[in-house]
């Protein structure tokens, strides 16, 4: 069974850059380095859907939501197992819970939490000065 824990502030302020870290344990190795495997950043804002953020996939290859392309960037370290966020120039429109998620497909077609693969519980940010 495979598990994923976000890290990071639960406070940020505006224009500063928001920086989450997923740490992924458990299953086999197969199943977090498979090519088939979306290492994903998802998050949902008070009373809104799901939204993606971008994906890291096993080769390095990113892409990213073209809403929040410009402030976007996701890298990994297969050593550790980890992959990190970091969302650049935050606003208060960036408040909302943040998932990581290691999906089996694009999450451009995530609707719901939960969806497509093995998800983190999420985590709080809040963008306040």
């Known amino acids: 069974q495979v598990q994923l824990q976000e890290s990071g502030p639960g406070l940020v302020k505006p224009s500063q850059t928001l920086s989450l870290t997923c740490t992924v344990s458990?299953?086999?190795?197969?199943?977090?380095?498979?090519?088939?495997?979306?290492w994903s950043w998802i998050r949902q804002a008070p009373g809104k859907g799901v939204e993606w953020i971008g994906v890291?996939?096993?080769?390095?290859?990113?892409y990213y939501n073209p809403s929040l392309k410009n402030r976007t960037s996701i890298s990994r370290d297969t050593s550790k197992s980890q992959f990190t966020l970091q969302l650049r120039s935050v606003t208060p429109e960036d408040t909302a819970v943040y998932y990581c998620?290691?999906?089996?497909?694009?999450?451009?077609?995530?609707?719901?939490?939960?969806?497509?693969?093995?998800w983190g519980q999420g985590t709080q940010v809040t963008v306040s000065s």
């Open positions: 458990g299953g086999s190795g197969g199943s977090i380095t498979a090519n088939s495997a979306y």
């Open positions: 890291i996939r096993p080769t390095g290859y990113t």
């Open positions: 998620a290691l999906l089996d497909r694009t999450p451009f077609l995530v609707n719901s939490k939960g969806d497509f693969g093995s």
